[in-house]
């Protein structure tokens, strides 16, 4: 099922200056230079490679040998115009974990795309269409059992999450919008992942309706020191007293132009997954390569 969501705004104005002449001279007009930064893309793109390593030998008191890493893309463009702004953005994720003489297991694995459309009215906030869309890069497995199981792949499960609203970015290290959303789970073989009593009636589609709110803050917390945080909430019309929260959260201390320190902090709590706090923090090394 496609829903689409379709604003029409018209407006119009009109703006006369007069300036009293004494001459039948004709009055000069003073010419207005555009605006050089309007209808013009700006993309940014970040590659990063962060690395967790220990390593013993003959290390009398035990210990074992691990090595973590993950590589993140993050690309970012946008777009101010005369009556819209519209920005996007693409993150990848990907990173595994080896312990000992293990193979190595996956621990990050994350696909996200967002655009979002804003026009411009001059108001506090502005109206705005948004679609985002997660999921998995590659397989994904459960590793608590033995032998461990398979229970994601791309796009399955995958969520698209479309919203009308309003949005407020006015300030330079912060913005946010809320506005009623459709959030769609699609998935092939692993639905359960994303809602286990769902998927026992064989579904394999599952659309709700309700509120989305995302809010976004990004500045510096001392001169090497930044700090990214993005809250996401959606709670459901029939049940308005439960929220779906994201709260993921990065401070990376620069080393210098190429070298990072980052410590990483991801609260997700989804109740359909499970009805507990999921939490995942990371601690590691990071070479950073700014491509645009």
Excluded at 29 to 46: A, R
Excluded at 174 to 185: D, H, M, N, T, Y
Excluded at 231 to 239: H, I, W
Excluded at 265 to 271: K, P
């Amino acid at each position: 099922m496609k829903k689409i969501f379709i604003l029409f705004l018209i407006f119009s104005g009109v703006l006369i200056a007069q300036n009293p002449v004494q001459t039948p001279a004709p009055a000069q007009k003073t010419e207005q230079k555009p605006d050089s930064t309007l209808n013009i893309w700006v993309p940014s793109m970040v590659a990063s490679l962060n690395i967790s390593q220990i390593s013993f030998r003959d290390w009398a008191t035990g210990g074992d040998n691990s090595l973590t890493w993950t590589l993140t893309g993050d690309f970012k463009a946008s777009r101010k115009g005369e009556e819209w702004n519209l920005s996007s953005r693409l993150k990848a994720t990907y990173g595994r974990t080896k312990i000992s003489n293990n193979d190595f297991r996956t621990n990050n694995n994350e696909l996200y795309f967002e655009i979002v459309a804003s026009l411009k009215l001059g108001w506090a906030v502005d109206p705005y269409l948004s679609n985002t869309l997660r999921t998995q890069l590659t397989q994904g497995f459960n590793y608590t059992v033995t032998p461990y199981v398979q229970i994601a792949d791309f796009f399955d499960p995958g969520y698209i999450t479309q919203s009308i609203g309003f949005t407020f970015d006015k300030l330079k290290f912060a913005k946010s919008r809320l506005g009623l959303a459709i959030q769609e789970v699609f998935a092939k073989t692993y639905m359960s992942t994303a809602d286990a009593s769902y998927a026992a009636s064989g579904k394999t589609y599952k659309s709700e309706t309700g509120i989305e709110s995302v809010s976004d803050i990004e500045g510096k917390l001392d001169q090497n020191l930044v700090l990214k945080s993005s809250l996401r909430l959606f709670s459901r019309f029939e049940r308005f007293s439960t929220w779906d929260v994201r709260w993921d959260n990065t401070i990376t201390a620069k080393v210098n132009n190429w070298l990072n320190v980052n410590f990483s902090y991801l609260l997700v709590y989804e109740e359909a997954q499970i009805q507990k706090t999921q939490m995942k923090e990371a601690l590691q090394i990071g070479i950073v390569y700014t491509i645009i």
